[in-house]
């Protein structure tokens, strides 16, 4: 078995493909349900900047050197996206990459590390991917080299975090907002700001805010209590949901972050908005998926909608500040992923090994035994010992070669050959007779 993972990302598909795959908090333990209900256990990581969908999958498998009918591990999670989120294979499988093996190693870990994330050295993907292994762990989906590849990935996400300086400083989706806000409206202290959503993100961009001086924010939540638990924390007011046509009047930013299925803010309801104020520019930021604002709002004059794609910029010039940090944490991974990687073919290896290994003493022991026969009783205590030696350095030597090429290159292939020219089967050692 080999890791595989199926995705799609920031990079490789717009926000409005990646929310087609995108799932909550909520919604991963059905969708781990489903994915193994469909043949393929794994793990599940949906953020706002990547959906991926991490198997383990047989070895050298790919849909066209498959066996005519029969389906990789590929094929069974592409067929389970579109079933479980209803889509046609069509509109997204351009946008989908796989990597195995070596490569899913890596990605992963560079994933955990912020080092494929939009904005390089933000602290939320790795609390994301822990919590994407925790959620699979609890389906029971992820067990074995899975979760071990998965631990591992937190592990080398944290090291990269603590011995280089791609951390320091970093923005993360909320602040990269609030900066995109001041590069805007310039000064945002007396500017009236809008949160919509009370959850993970719309803390992190009311607590930016807050510390950026501004002084007028308010918090909407379909949850009025935890909208009041938020501003509370941040002298901040809080409003319950139908209270949006009077918060949007009186807002000059809004940032949409709920994490809901569908748009929180429609087109109509913005352009009520700016009829009753429409010399006064209003500036939306939609940093959910799937989106929190429709996009035809922008058609709306005097509003200037931004979703989470349009932060790119942000990220840029913030991946250009740390270049050398991220040659650094580059290597670190690089160098982590083929030290896992070496850890995986150490151990798919090892049981054939130590079967060849019990196969030459076993075939040692008997020869042996043979000659001592033959020699009836005619070498001493201290010669016996001696030829038992002997014998063993002999087995030792022969075997070294074989040992140390099966563990550098002992993928499948390698492992299989040994295993037939040794005659070695999975009920263990053959009688040398």
Same mark, same amino acid.
């Given at each position: 078995?080999?890791?595989?993972?199926?995705?799609?990302?920031?990079?490789?598909?717009?926000?409005?493909?990646?929310?087609?795959?995108?799932?909550?908090?909520?919604? &991963?333990?059905?969708?781990?349900?489903?994915?193994?209900?469909?043949? %393929?256990?794994?793990?599940?990581?949906?953020?706002?900047?990547?959906? @991926?969908?991490?198997?383990?999958?047989?070895?050298?498998?790919?849909?066209?050197?498959?066996?005519?009918?029969?389906?990789?591990?590929?094929?069974?999670?592409?067929?389970?996206?579109?079933?479980?989120?209803?889509?046609?294979?069509?509109?997204?499988?351009?946008? !989908?990459?796989?990597?195995?093996?070596?490569?899913?190693?890596?990605?992963?870990?560079?994933?955990?590390?912020?080092?494929?994330?939009?904005?390089?050295?933000?602290?939320?993907?790795?609390?994301?991917?822990?919590?994407?292994?925790?959620?699979?762990?609890?389906?029971?989906?992820?067990?074995?080299?899975?979760?071990?590849?998965?631990?591992?990935?937190?592990?080398?996400?944290?090291?990269?975090?603590?011995?280089?300086?791609?951390?320091?400083?970093? &923005?993360?989706?909320?602040?990269?907002?609030? *900066?995109?806000?001041?590069? %805007?409206?310039?000064?945002?202290?007396?500017?009236?700001?809008?949160?919509?959503?009370?959850?993970?993100?719309?803390? &992190?961009?009311? =607590?930016?805010?807050?510390?950026?001086? %501004?002084?007028?924010?308010?918090?909407?939540?379909?949850?009025? @209590?935890?909208?009041?638990?938020?501003?509370?924390?941040?002298?901040?007011?809080?409003?319950?949901?139908?209270?949006?046509?009077?918060?949007?009047?009186?807002?000059?930013?809004?940032?949409?972050?709920?994490?809901?299925?569908?748009?929180?803010?429609?087109?109509?309801?913005?352009?009520?908005?700016?009829?009753?104020?429409?010399?006064?520019?209003?500036?939306?930021?939609?940093?959910?998926?799937?989106?929190?604002?429709?996009?035809?709002?922008?058609?709306?004059?005097?509003?200037?909608?931004?979703?989470?794609?349009?932060?790119?910029?942000?990220?840029?010039?913030?991946?250009?500040?740390?270049?050398?940090?991220?040659?650094?944490?580059? @290597?670190?991974?690089?160098?982590?992923?083929?030290?896992?990687?070496?850890?995986?073919?150490?151990?798919?290896?090892?049981?054939?090994?130590?079967? !060849?290994?019990?196969?030459?003493?076993?075939?040692?022991?008997? *020869?042996?035994?043979?000659?001592?026969?033959?020699?009836?009783?005619?070498?001493?205590?201290?010669?016996?010992?001696?030829?038992?030696?002997?014998?063993?350095?002999? %087995?030792?030597?022969?075997?070294?070669?074989?040992?140390?090429?099966?563990?550098?290159?002992?993928?499948? $292939? $390698?492992?299989?050959?040994?295993?037939?020219?040794?005659?070695?089967?999975? =009920?263990?050692?053959?009688?040398?007779?």
């Amino acid at each position: 078995m080999e890791f595989l993972v199926v995705g799609l990302n920031h990079r490789t598909a717009p926000v409005e493909v990646r929310e087609l795959l995108s799932l909550n908090k909520a919604q &991963l333990p059905e969708a781990l349900s489903s994915m193994n209900g469909h043949g %393929v256990p794994g793990v599940i990581l949906s953020t706002c900047n990547r959906s @991926e969908f991490y198997i383990l999958d047989t070895p050298g498998a790919s849909t066209n050197g498959a066996t005519p009918g029969v389906q990789t591990g590929a094929d069974r999670l592409k067929r389970f996206l579109v079933e479980k989120f209803g889509i046609s294979l069509l509109d997204v499988d351009r946008y !989908l990459y796989s990597y195995r093996g070596y490569e899913c190693i890596h990605h992963l870990f560079r994933v955990s590390s912020s080092l494929d994330s939009m904005i390089l050295g933000e602290e939320q993907i790795i609390g994301q991917v822990r919590d994407a292994y925790e959620a699979a762990t609890k389906a029971g989906t992820a067990q074995g080299p899975l979760a071990q590849l998965f631990q591992q990935s937190l592990r080398v996400g944290r090291k990269i975090r603590r011995e280089t300086g791609i951390s320091r400083n970093a &923005l993360s989706v909320s602040r990269a907002c609030v *900066e995109m806000a001041r590069s %805007v409206l310039g000064d945002l202290t007396s500017r009236r700001v809008l949160v919509v959503g009370a959850g993970e993100a719309g803390e &992190l961009a009311a =607590e930016v805010l807050s510390l950026s001086g %501004v002084r007028d924010i308010t918090v909407i939540n379909r949850t009025y @209590e935890r909208a009041k638990e938020l501003a509370a924390s941040l002298s901040a007011q809080a409003l319950p949901f139908d209270g949006m046509p009077k918060a949007l009047q009186e807002s000059d930013i809004v940032i949409g972050c709920t994490g809901s299925p569908g748009y929180v803010l429609n087109a109509g309801l913005i352009g009520d908005t700016m009829a009753a104020r429409p010399d006064r520019p209003l500036l939306l930021i939609d940093i959910a998926v799937p989106r929190d604002i429709d996009p035809e709002a922008a058609l709306v004059r005097n509003v200037f909608l931004n979703n989470v794609d349009d932060l790119e910029s942000a990220s840029q010039a913030s991946r250009d500040k740390k270049a050398k940090e991220a040659e650094w944490a580059e @290597e670190l991974a690089t160098g982590e992923a083929q030290q896992f990687r070496q850890w995986c073919l150490d151990l798919e290896a090892l049981p054939t090994v130590i079967e !060849l290994r019990d196969r030459a003493n076993q075939i040692r022991s008997s *020869e042996l035994n043979k000659t001592m026969r033959k020699l009836n009783g005619k070498l001493d205590a201290e010669a016996l010992e001696s030829l038992d030696a002997m014998t063993k350095a002999i %087995v030792n030597k022969l075997l070294h070669d074989p040992t140390m090429f099966l563990k550098e290159r002992k993928g499948p $292939e $390698e492992l299989q050959v040994a295993r037939d020219i040794f005659r070695l089967s999975e =009920e263990g050692p053959k009688s040398p007779d």
